[in-house]
Protein backbone atom coordinates (compact mmCIF):
# COMPACT_ATOMS: atom_id res chain seq x y z
CA UNK A 1 0.00 0.00 0.00
CA UNK A 2 0.81 3.52 -0.68
CA UNK A 3 2.95 5.16 2.83
CA UNK A 4 2.28 8.86 3.02
CA UNK A 5 4.35 10.19 5.54
CA UNK A 6 3.90 13.83 7.90
CA UNK A 7 7.19 14.47 8.91
CA UNK A 8 6.90 17.54 11.22
CA UNK A 9 9.53 18.24 13.66
CA UNK A 10 6.72 21.47 14.42
CA UNK A 11 3.39 19.50 14.63
CA UNK A 12 0.50 20.68 12.66
CA UNK A 13 -3.13 21.19 14.78
CA UNK A 14 -4.75 18.07 15.17
CA UNK A 15 -7.38 18.75 12.86
CA UNK A 16 -5.11 19.57 10.11
CA UNK A 17 -3.94 15.74 10.55
CA UNK A 18 -7.22 14.52 10.54
CA UNK A 19 -7.91 16.00 7.78
CA UNK A 20 -4.76 14.78 6.02
CA UNK A 21 -5.58 11.51 7.39
CA UNK A 22 -9.36 11.88 5.36
CA UNK A 23 -7.88 12.49 2.21
CA UNK A 24 -4.99 9.79 2.29
CA UNK A 25 -7.56 7.22 3.54
CA UNK A 26 -10.21 8.09 1.04
CA UNK A 27 -7.56 7.42 -2.03
CA UNK A 28 -6.93 4.43 -0.61
CA UNK A 29 -3.25 5.17 1.37
CA UNK A 30 -1.82 4.56 4.58
CA UNK A 31 -0.37 7.83 6.95
CA UNK A 32 2.30 7.70 9.13
CA UNK A 33 2.96 10.33 11.50
CA UNK A 34 6.22 11.29 12.69
CA UNK A 35 6.09 14.37 15.36
CA UNK A 36 8.40 16.29 17.01
CA UNK A 37 11.46 14.21 16.38
CA UNK A 38 14.73 14.39 18.36
CA UNK A 39 17.26 13.25 15.75
CA UNK A 40 17.89 13.01 12.51
CA UNK A 41 18.20 8.89 12.62
CA UNK A 42 14.30 8.60 13.10
CA UNK A 43 13.59 10.80 10.14
CA UNK A 44 16.35 8.95 8.18
CA UNK A 45 14.33 5.94 9.41
CA UNK A 46 10.66 6.96 8.66
CA UNK A 47 11.68 8.27 5.06
CA UNK A 48 13.45 4.38 4.47
CA UNK A 49 9.90 3.31 3.19
CA UNK A 50 7.82 6.36 2.64
CA UNK A 51 5.95 6.72 -1.02
CA UNK A 52 5.58 9.95 -0.14
CA UNK A 53 6.28 12.88 2.11
CA UNK A 54 4.37 15.73 3.80
CA UNK A 55 6.80 18.40 5.54
CA UNK A 56 7.04 22.01 6.64
CA UNK A 57 10.71 23.46 7.77
CA UNK A 58 12.00 19.71 8.03
CA UNK A 59 15.58 19.44 7.03
CA UNK A 60 15.12 17.05 3.45
CA UNK A 61 18.82 17.19 2.51
CA UNK A 62 20.69 15.12 0.28
CA UNK A 63 21.32 12.48 3.37
CA UNK A 64 17.50 12.20 4.15
CA UNK A 65 16.65 12.06 0.09
CA UNK A 66 19.20 9.47 -0.68
CA UNK A 67 17.88 7.37 2.49
CA UNK A 68 14.14 7.57 0.85
CA UNK A 69 14.68 4.64 -1.53
CA UNK A 70 10.78 4.45 -2.52
CA UNK A 71 10.09 8.13 -2.05
CA UNK A 72 8.56 9.69 -5.27
CA UNK A 73 7.02 13.31 -3.81
CA UNK A 74 7.88 15.42 -1.28
CA UNK A 75 5.66 18.08 -0.52
CA UNK A 76 6.78 21.15 1.64
CA UNK A 77 3.18 22.36 3.22
CA UNK A 78 4.17 26.08 2.89
CA UNK A 79 5.99 28.54 0.49
CA UNK A 80 9.28 28.24 1.32
CA UNK A 81 11.41 25.42 0.19
CA UNK A 82 14.89 25.87 0.95
CA UNK A 83 14.93 23.33 3.38
CA UNK A 84 15.22 20.81 0.50
CA UNK A 85 18.09 20.01 -1.28
CA UNK A 86 16.46 19.96 -4.69
CA UNK A 87 19.79 18.70 -6.87
CA UNK A 88 19.57 15.61 -4.80
CA UNK A 89 15.92 15.25 -5.07
CA UNK A 90 16.24 15.57 -9.16
CA UNK A 91 19.08 13.18 -8.68
CA UNK A 92 16.76 10.29 -6.73
CA UNK A 93 13.68 11.09 -8.93
CA UNK A 94 11.75 12.56 -6.16
CA UNK A 95 8.95 15.60 -7.36
CA UNK A 96 9.53 18.22 -4.84
CA UNK A 97 6.10 20.73 -4.33
CA UNK A 98 5.23 23.23 -2.40
CA UNK A 99 1.89 24.84 -1.47
CA UNK A 100 1.97 28.55 -2.52
CA UNK A 101 -0.64 31.10 -0.97
CA UNK A 102 -2.30 28.49 1.60
CA UNK A 103 -0.38 30.04 4.76
CA UNK A 104 0.12 33.07 3.38
CA UNK A 105 -3.06 35.07 5.44
CA UNK A 106 -1.17 33.51 8.73
CA UNK A 107 2.07 34.80 7.97
CA UNK A 108 0.48 38.00 7.35
CA UNK A 109 -1.48 38.33 10.56
CA UNK A 110 1.76 37.43 12.42
CA UNK A 111 3.35 40.68 10.44
CA UNK A 112 1.06 42.86 11.85
CA UNK A 113 0.12 41.91 15.05
CA UNK A 114 4.29 41.98 15.89
CA UNK A 115 4.04 45.62 14.09
CA UNK A 116 1.87 46.76 16.87
CA UNK A 117 3.69 45.05 19.57
CA UNK A 118 6.45 46.44 18.80
CA UNK A 119 5.14 50.35 18.15
CA UNK A 120 3.69 49.89 21.65
CA UNK A 121 7.06 49.30 23.30
CA UNK A 122 6.22 45.79 23.97
CA UNK A 123 3.02 46.25 25.73
CA UNK A 124 5.11 47.42 28.62
CA UNK A 125 2.73 49.88 29.90
CA UNK A 126 4.67 53.25 28.29
CA UNK A 127 3.30 55.48 25.35
CA UNK A 128 4.02 53.95 22.14
CA UNK A 129 2.60 55.10 18.48
CA UNK A 130 0.27 53.87 15.98
CA UNK A 131 0.23 52.25 12.85
CA UNK A 132 -2.20 54.82 10.59
CA UNK A 133 -0.98 57.22 8.55
CA UNK A 134 2.61 55.66 8.38
CA UNK A 135 4.59 54.11 5.42
CA UNK A 136 4.90 50.27 5.46
CA UNK A 137 7.37 49.08 2.63
CA UNK A 138 6.78 45.45 1.32
CA UNK A 139 10.08 44.03 -0.12
CA UNK A 140 8.79 40.90 -2.16
CA UNK A 141 5.15 41.48 -3.47
CA UNK A 142 3.96 37.59 -3.23
CA UNK A 143 1.25 35.78 -1.57
CA UNK A 144 2.02 37.07 1.80
CA UNK A 145 2.97 40.78 0.71
CA UNK A 146 -0.10 41.02 -0.78
CA UNK A 147 -2.13 39.89 2.38
CA UNK A 148 0.46 42.24 4.58
CA UNK A 149 -0.83 45.18 2.03
CA UNK A 150 -4.71 44.36 2.50
CA UNK A 151 -4.48 44.07 5.98
CA UNK A 152 -2.17 47.38 6.42
CA UNK A 153 -4.46 49.19 4.96
CA UNK A 154 -7.48 48.30 6.83
CA UNK A 155 -4.92 50.05 9.27
CA UNK A 156 -5.26 53.66 7.36
CA UNK A 157 -0.96 52.75 6.32
CA UNK A 158 0.31 54.17 3.04
CA UNK A 159 1.76 50.71 1.03
CA UNK A 160 4.65 50.47 -0.95
CA UNK A 161 6.65 47.43 -2.53
CA UNK A 162 9.22 46.44 -4.33
CA UNK A 163 9.29 42.81 -5.90
CA UNK A 164 12.24 42.64 -8.98
CA UNK A 165 9.35 40.35 -10.45
CA UNK A 166 6.54 41.85 -10.65
CA UNK A 167 6.30 45.31 -13.50
CA UNK A 168 5.05 48.48 -11.35
CA UNK A 169 1.66 48.13 -13.18
CA UNK A 170 0.97 44.49 -11.49
CA UNK A 171 1.70 45.94 -8.17
CA UNK A 172 -0.33 49.33 -8.87
CA UNK A 173 -3.41 47.65 -9.62
CA UNK A 174 -3.68 46.60 -6.47
CA UNK A 175 -3.86 50.06 -4.80
CA UNK A 176 -0.32 49.85 -3.65
CA UNK A 177 2.76 52.18 -4.76
CA UNK A 178 5.27 50.20 -6.79
CA UNK A 179 9.13 51.72 -6.16
CA UNK A 180 11.82 50.72 -8.72
CA UNK A 181 14.11 49.20 -6.02
CA UNK A 182 15.20 47.65 -2.34
CA UNK A 183 16.68 51.02 -1.89
CA UNK A 184 14.00 53.29 -2.65
CA UNK A 185 11.63 51.42 -0.57
CA UNK A 186 14.08 51.89 2.38
CA UNK A 187 14.77 55.34 2.08
CA UNK A 188 10.68 55.69 1.58
CA UNK A 189 9.20 53.49 4.12
CA UNK A 190 9.75 53.86 8.10
CA UNK A 191 8.38 50.23 8.66
CA UNK A 192 9.42 47.77 6.27
CA UNK A 193 8.32 43.84 6.16
CA UNK A 194 10.26 40.87 4.66
CA UNK A 195 8.47 38.49 2.67
CA UNK A 196 11.55 37.56 0.35
CA UNK A 197 13.06 33.74 0.02
CA UNK A 198 16.21 32.92 1.05
CA UNK A 199 18.37 32.39 -2.01
CA UNK A 200 21.83 32.34 -3.09
CA UNK A 201 21.16 35.92 -4.60
CA UNK A 202 18.75 37.05 -0.93
CA UNK A 203 21.13 35.67 1.68
CA UNK A 204 23.28 38.02 3.85
CA UNK A 205 21.25 41.06 1.39
CA UNK A 206 19.73 42.90 4.34
CA UNK A 207 22.57 44.78 5.28
CA UNK A 208 23.84 47.69 7.18
CA UNK A 209 23.73 49.66 3.31
CA UNK A 210 20.02 48.92 2.88
CA UNK A 211 19.37 49.33 6.44
CA UNK A 212 20.74 52.53 7.02
CA UNK A 213 18.54 54.67 4.22
CA UNK A 214 15.26 53.73 6.59
CA UNK A 215 14.01 57.03 7.92
CA UNK A 216 13.86 57.92 11.70
CA UNK A 217 11.77 55.47 14.14
CA UNK A 218 12.80 52.53 11.65
CA UNK A 219 10.67 49.29 12.17
CA UNK A 220 11.84 46.29 10.18
CA UNK A 221 9.37 43.05 10.75
CA UNK A 222 11.08 40.04 9.48
CA UNK A 223 8.32 36.76 8.76
CA UNK A 224 10.61 35.90 6.16
CA UNK A 225 13.56 34.01 6.71
CA UNK A 226 16.68 34.71 9.67
CA UNK A 227 19.30 33.99 6.85
CA UNK A 228 18.22 36.75 4.58
CA UNK A 229 19.63 39.18 7.02
CA UNK A 230 22.94 40.21 7.56
CA UNK A 231 23.37 39.66 11.24
CA UNK A 232 26.93 41.45 12.19
CA UNK A 233 25.50 44.12 10.20
CA UNK A 234 22.23 44.85 11.77
CA UNK A 235 24.13 44.85 14.85
CA UNK A 236 26.36 47.55 14.01
CA UNK A 237 23.15 49.84 12.58
CA UNK A 238 21.40 48.94 16.17
CA UNK A 239 24.18 50.04 17.92
CA UNK A 240 24.70 53.07 15.98
CA UNK A 241 20.84 53.87 16.01
CA UNK A 242 18.73 54.09 18.89
CA UNK A 243 15.85 54.66 17.02
CA UNK A 244 15.72 51.34 15.22
CA UNK A 245 13.72 48.07 15.95
CA UNK A 246 13.77 44.99 14.43
CA UNK A 247 10.99 42.09 15.22
CA UNK A 248 11.56 38.91 13.98
CA UNK A 249 9.40 35.33 13.48
CA UNK A 250 12.95 33.45 12.94
CA UNK A 251 15.00 33.25 15.60
CA UNK A 252 18.67 34.81 14.69
CA UNK A 253 22.07 32.52 15.33
CA UNK A 254 23.12 36.04 17.68
CA UNK A 255 19.80 36.06 19.25
CA UNK A 256 21.25 36.38 22.91
CA UNK A 257 23.85 39.65 21.84
CA UNK A 258 20.60 41.02 20.04
CA UNK A 259 18.74 40.42 23.18
CA UNK A 260 20.94 42.01 25.13
CA UNK A 261 22.49 44.44 23.77
CA UNK A 262 19.05 45.26 22.44
CA UNK A 263 16.68 45.23 24.91
CA UNK A 264 13.17 47.16 24.40
CA UNK A 265 13.77 47.44 20.53
CA UNK A 266 13.93 43.72 19.50
CA UNK A 267 12.30 40.80 19.65
CA UNK A 268 11.88 36.83 18.76
CA UNK A 269 9.22 34.96 18.84
CA UNK A 270 10.93 31.61 19.98
CA UNK A 271 9.95 29.26 17.42
CA UNK A 272 8.66 30.39 14.02
CA UNK A 273 5.00 31.27 14.71
CA UNK A 274 3.89 32.75 11.10
CA UNK A 275 2.15 29.87 9.85
CA UNK A 276 1.19 28.32 13.27
CA UNK A 277 -2.64 28.72 12.70
CA UNK A 278 -5.14 25.60 12.71
CA UNK A 279 -6.50 27.11 9.44
CA UNK A 280 -3.22 27.68 8.13
CA UNK A 281 -1.88 24.15 8.83
CA UNK A 282 -5.69 22.94 7.34
CA UNK A 283 -4.82 24.21 4.22
CA UNK A 284 -1.29 24.02 3.75
CA UNK A 285 -1.82 20.34 4.84
CA UNK A 286 -4.57 19.32 3.41
CA UNK A 287 -3.47 21.14 -0.20
CA UNK A 288 -0.19 19.60 0.05
CA UNK A 289 -1.99 15.85 0.68
CA UNK A 290 -4.42 16.72 -2.50
CA UNK A 291 -1.39 17.21 -4.69
CA UNK A 292 0.01 14.06 -3.42
CA UNK A 293 -2.77 12.29 -4.55
CA UNK A 294 -3.41 13.64 -7.61
CA UNK A 295 0.76 13.67 -8.23
CA UNK A 296 0.47 9.38 -7.35
CA UNK A 297 -2.81 8.58 -9.69
CA UNK A 298 -2.85 11.30 -12.29
CA UNK A 299 0.59 12.41 -12.44
CA UNK A 300 -0.32 15.83 -12.16
CA UNK A 301 3.32 17.94 -11.18
CA UNK A 302 1.37 21.46 -10.72
CA UNK A 303 3.49 22.79 -8.10
CA UNK A 304 6.53 21.53 -9.03
CA UNK A 305 9.52 23.24 -7.69
CA UNK A 306 12.46 20.70 -8.69
CA UNK A 307 13.56 19.76 -12.52
CA UNK A 308 13.15 16.25 -13.37
C1 LIG B 1 6.62 28.92 4.86
O1 LIG B 1 7.66 28.97 4.17
O2 LIG B 1 5.56 28.47 4.42
C2 LIG B 1 6.61 29.50 6.25
O3 LIG B 1 7.86 29.97 6.61
C3 LIG B 1 6.05 28.55 7.30
O4 LIG B 1 6.95 27.57 7.69
P1 LIG B 1 6.56 26.42 8.75
O5 LIG B 1 5.56 25.53 8.11
O6 LIG B 1 7.85 25.73 9.01
O7 LIG B 1 6.01 27.08 9.96
Known amino acids: MTKVLIATDKPFAAEAVNGIRNVIENAGFELVLLEKYTEKKQLLDAVANADAAIIRSDIFDKEVLDAAK ?12 DNVDLDAATANNICVMNTPGQN ?25 TELFGKKLGIHAYGNVGRNVARIAKGFGMEVYAFDPFLSAEAIEKEGVKAVASAEELYSTCQFVSLHIPATAETKNSINYALLSKMPKKALLINTAR ?21 VTDIMPANHAEMA ?11 KKMGAQTAEANTNAGIAAANQIVDFIKNGNERFRVNKK
Open 70 to 81: SMKIVVRAGAGY
Open 104 to 128: ANAVAELALGMAVYAVRNFYNGTSG
Open 226 to 246: KEVINEAEIVKLMEERTDFKY
Open 260 to 270: EKFAGRYFSTP
